[in-house]
């Protein structure tokens, strides 16, 4: 046939159903299916992200620098975002595709470690004052 359809679907604009129609499963049905497959292959590699408070994590930075910088989440705002303390004291808040779990430690320095300077150093300054 030249135009590839049937008669009826030339008359009618539509296609006509008949009992041999009932033999093809339906759009719907054909469609939860795909949808059932599509959300099992999905959940296979997927894992729940649910952080708590004072866990240590990762959080994704999108100015320059490092791609993801240590912190600790410090405070959770709603179901899926957070509230993460840096470990230069800056708090970001980030939705939980930017979070991730830490498994090693903040490398910190305590607070009452002080650098002084080799120009400033005590043994220096004992040795210039024994003139």
Not at 69 to 97: A, C, F, H, N
Not at 99 to 119: F, G, S
């Amino acid at each position: 046939s030249t135009t590839s359809v049937t008669p009826a679907e030339l008359m009618f604009g539509r296609q006509l159903h008949t009992r041999l129609d009932l033999l093809k499963p339906s759009v719907e049905t054909v469609v939860g299916r795909s949808q059932e497959r599509q959300k099992e292959s999905h959940d296979q590699h997927t894992s729940e992200r649910q952080f708590q408070l004072q866990e240590a994590v990762y959080v994704r930075n999108f100015g320059p620098g490092h791609g993801w910088l240590p912190g600790i989440v410090s405070k959770i705002t709603g179901p899926l975002s957070y509230i993460i303390q840096l470990v230069d004291g800056r708090e970001v808040r980030r939705y939980q595709d930017h979070v991730r779990k830490r498994y090693d430690p903040i490398p910190v320095l305590p607070e009452t470690t002080a650098i002084i300077p080799p120009d400033q150093s005590p043994a220096i300054q004992e040795e210039t004052q024994v003139d």
